[in-house]
């Protein structure tokens, strides 16, 4: 699988797609790391939400697997708080005979990447691990084993079988860049509005200084009665408020206007939004556009004009009476001159 992606902020696509192809992710080990200690259970729910649909939607696409297994270990008690997370946040009703769960019970978190768990993946037949997916999410701060990564990424190259390992906690390493076959980096961000979490999943070997969004999206999450809600948007900018400005330019507004309701010069609207691909928010209305600019910071009531409206919501009542009194004295200027002439 591959997909298309382009680089302008035209589009009106979901996710538009930019000039380079980017392939599914590569049979081997694939690592997922980054400071998300608190955000374990929403990463693994959208990874494993991603391979269920062989989604296009994260930085690299999904493969289409057979069997998908995502495997936990600890202690009774953290496995019976694992298991309630996965009811919570909708992932578990996914289960079926293609997809899942085996919670691994032991006095103390088992490692995932030890030598004892990668001799169980070897054990297994070739029927067994062909077009298979094993999702390994260790615990936070549990680094994986060299020679336990190394095995898996061949038994994966030889038999198309993909092994993800979660570590939270984890910072980027090179020894672990030279091991696996694929590195996914996981950070925390500010979510738009609406949401309760965002964290960015980003593709370090796809950046580009030509194309910020390249290799990068951003994952919103909230937590409804039904589940987890997720909402997967390129990369546009930390800063909330020139996520605004790339919404609004796709939306037809131009630099003149964004510059005027931001006050700040057109030219630096448009070189905020150089080579930015965006896309509009799901549901899109006057609503959402005040909660927007209410989380920006900025007066609603500027929403529907540009520098002549800001200037009226910002005149202030002396100036107002200052303007009526000389309408005034005008007006009665004009009045004593007539009866001069008179």
Known sequence: MKRALRSECASTEKLPSLTAEVSAISPGVTLVVG???????????????????AS?????????CDLITSIHS??????????CSHAWTGIAAYANNAFTFEYLQASTALNLTSLEMVSWFAR?????????CFVLVLQDGVLPHDEGLLQPRRLGEANHTYFIVICPGMTLHAKYQAIANELLVVSPGEPDPGYEEAFTIACPELFSSFQPSLGKVVCNTRLSDAGLETEITPYVSDDLKTRLMAILKLNGWSMQ??????????????RKLRNVVTTIPDGWDDDMFVQWLNSCGIDPAKRHGGKDAR???TLKPS????????????ARNKSNVKKKQR
Not at 35 to 53: K, N
Not at 74 to 83: W, Y
Not at 257 to 270: A, H, M, P, Q, T
Request: hydrophobic share 40%.
């Open 35 to 53: 400071p998300f200690g608190a955000l374990r259970l929403y990463v693994e729910h959208v990874l494993l939400l991603a391979l269920a649909t």
């Open 56 to 64: 296009a939607e994260l930085p690299v696409p999904m493969p289409s």
């Open 74 to 83: 600890g202690t009774r008690r953290q496995l019976e708080m694992i298991k």
């Open 124 to 132: 297994k037949r070739k029927s067994a691990l062909e077009k298979a």
């Open 257 to 270: 206007r964004i510059g005027d309701l931001f006050e700040v010069d057109k030219s630096n609207v448009s």
């Open 311 to 313: 200037d009226r919501e």
């Open 319 to 330: 100036q107002t009476v200052a303007q009526d009194d000389r309408s005034e004295r005008n």
